[in-house]
C-alpha cells in the first residue's frame, strides 16, 4: 500500500474561521439534492418555491432533532457535561435524528400548504440518497464512522483504492471504510429508484423503498462500525431504528396494498 499523507480535513482558512472539508461536502449534497427535487417537483406540476418554503422549516429543525438524538443517546456523558449540549460545532449530530425531524416538518407543512405528504417524499427520495451519498465522504476527510480493524489478509486482497485505505489509517491503524460502504449502497440504491420510475407504483412506495433500503444497509454497516450510540448495553441505538423502520415501512406497503385492493373489489361489485 501507497503511504501518503492524511487529507488535511480543513480545506482553507479565512482569518481565524477554519472552513472543513466536511461542511463542504456535507452543503454539496444538500445543493444537488436540491436541484434534482426542485426540478423533479416542478416537473410534476408543482410550484417551484414549494421546496425553498419547506426547507426554510425543514432544515433548522433537522439540525436541532439531529442533535437533540444524539444528545439523546450519549446522555451518561451531557448529563454532566450539560454545558456541552448546545456545543453542536463540536461535532455531535446524527442522521437518523435529522431524518425524524425532517420528515415530521414535511408532513405537517403538507398538510397546511393541501400537498399530498406521500407526492413530496416520493419526489424527495433521491435527493436524500444523493444527500446521503455525497455527505458520507465528509466522514471520510474527518476520518471517522470507520470500522474496526482491518486484517492483513483484507489490505493484500481488497480492490479498494490505496488512497481510501491510507486515509482510513489512523495512528498506524487501518480500519474498514465504513463510510465507503454506506455510500456505495446508497448509490445503488438510488440506481434502483431511477429504475423503480418505469415501474408503476402506489404514491409512497418509492418512499416506502428508500426507508427500507437504507435501513437495511445501516444495519448492517452500524454493526461494523466504532462509534455507535447506543440504547442499552450492546444495543446500538441506529440498529434498533433501523429494524423499526423496516418494520414499519414493510407494513404500511402491506397495508396500503391491502386497502387498495379491498377498495378495487367492492368497487366491482
Same mark, same amino acid.
Given at each position: ?14 482569518? !481565524? ?24 417537483? %416542478? ?21 436541532? !432533532? ?107 491503524? =487501518? ?36 426507508? %427500507? ?28 431504528? !433501523? ?21 378495487? =373489489?367492492?368497487?366491482?361489485?
Amino acid at each position: 500500500m501507497i503511504n501518503l499523507l492524511a487529507i488535511n480535513p480543513i480545506a482553507f482558512s479565512l482569518g !481565524s474561521l477554519e472552513v472543513r472539508w466536511y461542511g463542504i461536502l456535507i452543503a454539496l449534497g444538500i445543493v444537488l439534492a436540491f436541484i434534482v427535487v426542485q426540478r423533479e417537483m %416542478v416537473k410534476r406540476g408543482m410550484h417551484a418555491d414549494f421546496l425553498t418554503d419547506l426547507l426554510i422549516w425543514a432544515v433548522p429543525i433537522a439540525i436541532i !432533532s439531529a442533535r437533540i438524538y444524539y444528545v439523546i443517546f450519549s446522555w451518561d456523558y451531557y448529563k454532566d457535561n450539560l454545558g456541552q449540549v448546545l456545543q453542536i460545532w463540536e461535532g455531535g449530530i446524527a442522521i437518523h435524528g435529522a431524518l425524524i425531524g425532517a420528515f415530521i416538518t414535511t408532513y405537517f407543512y403538507t398538510k397546511r400548504r393541501g400537498v399530498s405528504f406521500w407526492k413530496v417524499v416520493d419526489i424527495a427520495a433521491p435527493g436524500l440518497l444523493i444527500g446521503q451519498i455525497i455527505g458520507r465522504w465528509g466522514n471520510f476527510m474527518n476520518q471517522e464512522a470507520h470500522g474496526g480493524p482491518v486484517s492483513e489478509n483484507f489490505l493484500n486482497n481488497t480492490i479498494i483504492p490505496d488512497w481510501i485505505m491510507n486515509q482510513m489509517t489512523i495512528k498506524g491503524v =487501518t480500519y474498514h471504510p465504513t463510510f465507503l460502504y454506506e455510500s456505495l449502497w446508497n448509490l445503488v440504491g438510488l440506481v434502483i429508484i431511477i429504475l423503480l420510475r418505469k415501474v408503476v407504483l402506489k404514491r409512497g412506495e418509492m418512499f416506502l423503498f428508500y426507508l %427500507v433500503w437504507y435501513s437495511v444497509g445501516r444495519f448492517f454497516i452500524e454493526g461494523m462500525r466504532t462509534d455507535s450510540l447506543y440504547v442499552i448495553g450492546e444495543l446500538r441505538a441506529a440498529q434498533l431504528v !433501523s429494524v423499526v423502520t423496516i418494520i414499519v415501512g414493510i407494513v404500511i406497503f402491506i397495508v396500503r396494498r391491502y386497502v387498495q385492493k379491498v377498495k378495487l =373489489t367492492y368497487q366491482d361489485k
